[in-house]
């Protein structure tokens, strides 16, 4: 199926989880991603989880609707067939995605001189070019430091990896902010994306670091509570537990209905002289609140919860686990989602994924593909976009140039 994207080709350099998730992101919109890995498998390819056969999920997850040529990268017959595919002519050709070292024929001059309107987009870790990966961008960030319960010592880390997440996003808005560009005015370009980079301008835009800045004040630890007004979890009768959220004036009114304490909340607001239809007196009053409502969720049951909030209208969702979603939740299943398909993974076996989260209405969503196996298009690649005829893919296979999915 045709998406939006149709008529792209991205060829790929990449490992861990910005750079693939970049690819995937534009191949789930319809361009062609086509991304080259050592014989044998580059760093990823194994990498956890794994299926019983050491098939691993990872790679398949972050790599759907791709192709995949296995090459030699340290022969430079190998690194000459890299450099052609990036080169080769074509309008929507020319867009090269990587964040593995750069040498050998094939950083962006050497590229420039084979095609002038190459667009290169180049994922570092530091913006000078050293060394990072989402644990230590994370580490120097501050989130650590406001992540996990109030009394813990120490940092905590996140077990999402956001900065890959967001860092990989923007390699996909870079690359077409880039294409458009060279459409426009016919010139290619470096792009250069940094994870730390990725990281301290989201830390900025959520005013984080402007909070250090302008009010000298470093965002304290708050285990599940929402800074700045009044949100936390609550246990239910029978130990489920869910968040609510209170971001209008009236919701914490609505929460104090649907359990039956709004004459208790104003009693509360006028002893202590709050205004809880105010973000900083809720913020301010929350231990107070969470008392007063705690004893409401501990009394009924996750179902009876459920109804009193949604009548109400508060902002508020279960606590599920990872199997319980794949179980339980209609949102990740393809009959209440047209997201969601079902795919057989050569390799795994038949599951659910997920296709591009966005839906236009120009064009119909890309229908999710599996990842593929390692050198599953080689042949093709070498013969549809460098023109290579049967015999000289063959030579190549046989001086170990380049491989086939059985690795020959």
């Known amino acids: ?29 319809g361009a062609e991603v086509i991304r080259f890995d050592p014989i044998g498998g580059g760093v990823d390819y194994r990498r956890w989880p794994v299926t019983a056969e050491g098939d691993s999920l990872y790679w398949a997850g ?27 002519p074509g309008e929507g050709g020319g867009l090269f995605l990587s964040n593995l070292p750069v040498r050998d024929g094939l950083g962006y001059d050497a590229l420039k001189a084979r095609r002038a309107d190459l667009i290169m ?30 009394p813990a010592d120490g940092p905590v880390n996140s077990v999402i990896p956001a900065w890959d997440f967001t860092c990989g996003l923007h390699a996909a808005i870079g690359l077409l902010a ?20 990725v990281g301290a301008a989201l830390a900025a835009a959520l005013g984080y670091t402007a909070e250090v800045e302008v009010n000298d004040a470093d965002r304290p630890r708050l285990g599940n509570a929402i800074f700045g007004t009044f949100g936390r979890d609550f246990p239910t009768k029978g130990g489920a537990r869910v968040m609510v959220a209170t971001v209008t004036a009236r919701h914490v009114e609505d929460l104090a209905k649907a359990a039956g304490v709004l004459e208790a909340l104003r009693a509360l607001e006028a002893a202590r002289g709050l205004d809880f239809r105010k973000d900083a007196d809720r913020y301010a009053g929350r231990d107070a609140l969470v008392g007063l409502l705690e004893p409401w969720f501990a ?33 990740f299943t393809p009959a209440a989602n047209p ?62 140039v380049v491989a086939g999915p059985d690795g020959n």
């Not at 972050?62 to 022969?75: E, H, I, P, Y």
């Not at 593909?369 to 549809?384: K, S, V």
């Open 339 to 400: 997201m969601i398909a079902e795919i057989e993974q050569p390799g795994v076996g038949r599951y659910r994924v997920p296709g591009s989260p966005l839906e236009f209405g120009a064009a119909p969503r890309v229908a999710p593909g599996p990842a593929p196996r390692l050198g599953q298009d080689t042949d093709a690649i070498l013969a549809e976009v460098l023109g290579l005829s049967d015999a000289a893919i063959g030579k190549l296979h046989d001086q170990g």
């Open 62 to 88: 972050l790599n759907k609707g791709k192709r995949s040529l296995a090459v030699n990268t340290a022969d430079p017959r190998g690194r000459e067939l890299i450099a052609a595919l990036i080169t080769a």
């Open 299 to 331: 009394a009924h049951t996750l179902e009876e919860v459920g109804v009193a909030l949604n009548r109400a209208g508060v902002l508020w969702g279960p606590y599920q686990s990872f199997g319980e979603m794949v179980r339980h939740d209609r949102r």
């Open 121 to 150: 987009l180049l994922i570092q870790g530091n913006p000078d070019g050293t060394t990072a990966v989402d644990y230590t961008v994370n580490a120097a960030l501050g989130f650590p430091y406001v992540t996990g319960p109030e």
């Open 1 to 29: 199926m045709s998406g939006l994207l149709t008529g792209l080709r991205v060829v790929e350099g990449s490992a861990f989880v910005a750079a693939p998730l970049g690819g995937m992101t534009l191949a789930q919109l």
């Open 178 to 197: 880039a294409e458009r560009h060279r459409r426009l005015a016919g010139q290619g370009q470096l792009v250069k994306l940094s994870l730390f980079n």
